[in-house]
């Protein structure tokens, strides 16, 4: 068969799947470069500059905001995929899509915008970030959405229930959810923007965090993989142990740590296709996960995983934010789910209500969602 390039178990754009809306092949770029570049062009991405990760967006100029840590992931999935010959422009269209179902104020957000649409089918950012390149952008003429090639869309749905991906499944048979159904992998490529993801966040997280001052270096001390390369850092740069040179210390010890996770998936995958031998994309599918870290590497990055959740993500200060946000979301939902006329035509039109004013919702900015929840109940939160 033929790859035009990277290696055989690699996704070849000229082989693709497919789009739901058949269109002609343009005529300098593959498909997945055409995928990438209508991401980088859509709303949705655009939005992303004003979405939480962990911070919110004023609480300071320097934390990632998705549409960073998307970029940060693009970049790692890049190197990686080069490493391994897989296709990088879909690996970046891909890791830059992957959050775009990213609801305002990041888990808080989604958690609560869930609970709302509890009767009405949930609320779940994996399959919001499908709905967004499917349906909810609006830029051509002859369809909606951004019609996006196969390969593509199953790397942006990364994970499903099984009940939502029988819902997706009967609208699109054997399309992006049947791996759910069937327990098969995804493309490689897919797997490895999956693993790409919490690698970078678990890194840009470290910085952040310390940054913000509701972690320390010394409490990261207590976790190996970080300490590890804490103390090669400074065998080797003994002036780093300077208070003035923290950040410094802080930068190499995350710069090594990253380096080795990326060193240890490269050369794990590029094993586990030695043994696995798939000779195409579809016997990549129906072979067990391919991309991921060894053993070893898995249980130094589980403590750093727990240790992010427990210290960072659940410290008061930024569950103080979370109950705020929480209540933003909660409020707007009531209001809009009474009040459909507050909302844009567009979405004021819709026959399904609740599915309308969820995805109105989940568009938003941090801000844009205080200001409109200052401009209907009348309290104010953001600055
Ligand atoms: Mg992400």
Redesign the pocket.
């Known amino acids: 068969m033929s790859a035009a390039y990277g290696a055989s178990y690699a996704c070849d754009p000229a082989q693709s799947r497919g789009r739901r809306h058949t269109e002609v092949a343009a005529p300098t770029r593959s498909d997945f470069q055409r995928d990438r570049d209508r991401i980088v062009h859509s709303t949705a991405f655009r939005r992303l500059v004003y979405k939480t990760q962990v911070f919110l967006n004023h609480e300071g100029d320097l934390f990632r905001t998705r549409l960073t840590?998307?970029l940060e992931?693009a970049q790692l999935a890049r190197s990686i995929a080069r490493a391994l010959g897989l296709n990088e422009d879909l690996v970046e269209a891909i890791a830059l899509a992957?959050?775009l179902g990213h609801t305002p104020f990041g888990h808080a957000g989604q958690d609560t915008l869930n609970e709302c649409m509890a009767a009405y089918g949930g609320f779940e950012h994996n399959l919001q970030s499908l709905r967004v390149v499917d349906h909810l952008e609006e830029r051509y003429p002859a369809f909606e959405g951004l019609n996006l090639t196969f390969e593509t869309r199953e790397g942006v749905l990364k994970h499903c229930s099984h009940k939502n991906a029988a819902l997706i499944e009967a609208q699109e048979p054997g399309g992006v959810a049947r791996r759910f159904l069937d327990r098969t992998q995804p493309s490689l490529e897919a797997q490895l923007c999956n693993l790409a993801?919490s690698i970078?966040?678990n890194a840009h997280d470290i910085d952040d965090g310390v940054r913000s001052g509701l972690i320390t270096m010394s409490q990261l001390q207590s976790i190996e993989l970080f300490e590890r390369y804490r103390l090669e850092a400074l065998a080797e740069h003994p002036d780093l142990v300077q208070a003035a040179r923290a950040r410094r210390l802080l930068y190499e010890t995350i710069r090594r740590m990253l380096s080795e996770q990326v060193y240890d998936v490269i050369a794990t995958t590029r094993q586990g296709i030695q043994m696995a031998k798939p000779q195409n994309v579809e016997e990549v599918r129906l072979a067990g996960p391919l991309v991921g870290f060894s053993a070893e590497m898995n249980a130094l990055s589980t403590p750093l995983q727990q240790f992010l959740f427990s210290q960072l993500y659940r410290h008061p200060k930024v569950m103080e934010t979370t109950v705020q946000a929480q209540n933003v979301v909660r409020d707007l939902y009531v209001a809009y789910a009474s009040r459909p006329a507050e909302m844009p035509t567009d979405f004021a039109m819709r026959e399904d209500t609740q599915r309308a004013v969820a995805d109105y919702i989940a568009g938003m900015t941090d801000r844009f969602a205080a200001r409109e929840h200052e401009r209907l109940t009348g309290q104010k939160w953001l600055p």
């Open positions: 840590h998307s992931v992957h959050d993801d970078a966040y």
